[in-house]
């Protein structure tokens, strides 16, 4: 830990005291040095609720400066928490364009497992594959943050939701929580199990890449939208051109998202009283076990630090 000054307020900006944050895979990637524009002393962290001196529980959108264009976000576009000062402290002093009143329905550790994750998720399978009731969604790695997250609004929305994993233990969790099935994408056998059974998908969710993309156009209906939002895995090597034009597959990128789609992310969530799953809160002191418990993918679901 390490003492800083209480930022210096301006009349645009709220100071927080942080209640509860959360930990992003972003964060893991920052603490390796393998993140663009890592600011060497800029305090990490991107997720928190925080109070403000009347008592009033804010929760944060860490997309700062996405810009006027609702397709893509602006060359300032930043995430929060390195360069810009994070959450992973006791005060925060954040503009009020960036805070929105904390859903009453969850608790500050609850709510401050969403904001990331939660408009990433929201963006990718609402803005850019537009999900529509009734299809069949495959989310893989689905102990993932945003994963999660893409589960639960597919299943809010009325999705038949499909499940990959490294973890059967995941796979029967998310399946406890409504999802139809899960494979391991550690089994090469997993898309003939899955179309065998099932048949294909409209929608897959992904943030792995890698040479596992490939596998992921075997099981797509014709017009499937495939949404990407990480590489974990790396560059996606010997990708076959012939199903995806044959079967008029989309591919789309997403990131974050924007405040509109915080906005609306926030509004999903309360209108479906959604609750975030949490994997763990450690006490603020503890964070760095947090760090390992994500390094070592253990985690279904977000890992939480109690300020
Ligand atoms: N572009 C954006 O805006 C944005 C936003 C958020 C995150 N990301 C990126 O997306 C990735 C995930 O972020 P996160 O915060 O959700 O991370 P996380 O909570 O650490 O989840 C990572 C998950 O990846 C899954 N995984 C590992 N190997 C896989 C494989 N071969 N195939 C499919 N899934 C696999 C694991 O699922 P199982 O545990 O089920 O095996 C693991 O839980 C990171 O690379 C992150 O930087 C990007």
């Not at 991107?46 to 997309?63: C, F, K, L, M, Q």
């Not at 969850?106 to 939660?118: D, I, K, M, R, T």
């Not at 179309?195 to 040479?211: E, H, N, R, Y």
Request: charged share 20%.
């Amino acid at each position: 830990m390490v003492e800083k000054e209480l930022p210096t307020l301006s009349a645009d900006k709220k100071l927080l005291k942080v209640n509860a944050s959360s930990l992003n895979h972003r964060d893991v990637w920052i603490t390796k040095g393998m993140y663009p524009g890592i600011k060497l002393g800029a305090t990490m962290g991107s997720d928190a609720v925080g109070v403000d001196e009347t008592g009033n529980e804010y929760i944060i959108n860490p997309g700062i400066a996405w810009g006027p264009n609702e397709g893509y976000q602006s060359p300032d576009f930043r995430v929060l928490g390195v360069p810009d000062e994070g959450t992973f402290a006791d005060y925060i002093a954040i503009d009020h364009h960036y805070i929105y009143p904390k859903p009453v329905h969850l608790s500050a550790a609850q709510a401050a497992a969403l904001p990331l994750a939660g408009v990433t998720a929201y963006r990718a399978i609402i803005k850019r594959a537009h999900v529509q009731p009734g299809e069949k969604v495959l989310i893989s790695g689905i102990g993932g943050g945003v994963a999660l997250f893409a589960m639960q609004f597919a299943l809010a929305l009325g999705c038949e939701v499909f499940v990959t994993s490294g973890s059967e233990q995941k796979i029967q969790k998310a399946m406890d929580m409504g999802a139809k099935s899960g494979f391991l994408y550690t089994d090469a056998d997993w898309p003939k199990k899955l179309l065998t059974t099932f048949g294909s998908v409209d929608v897959i969710v992904d943030s792995a890449a890698g040479p596992g993309f490939n596998q992921l156009t075997k099981v797509c209906n014709p017009g499937a939208r495939i949404v990407f939002y990480g590489g974990s895995e790396g560059k996606i090597d010997g990708l076959n051109p012939q199903p995806l034009f044959w079967k008029q597959i989309s591919i789309l990128g997403s990131t974050m998202g924007s405040d509109q789609d915080f906005a609306q992310m926030l509004d999903f969530v309360n209108t479906h009283t959604l609750v975030p799953i949490v994997h763990r809160v450690y006490p603020f002191e503890d964070l760095h076990y947090g760090f390992n418990e994500m390094e070592s993918a253990t985690q279904f679901g977000k890992i939480v630090f109690q300020h």
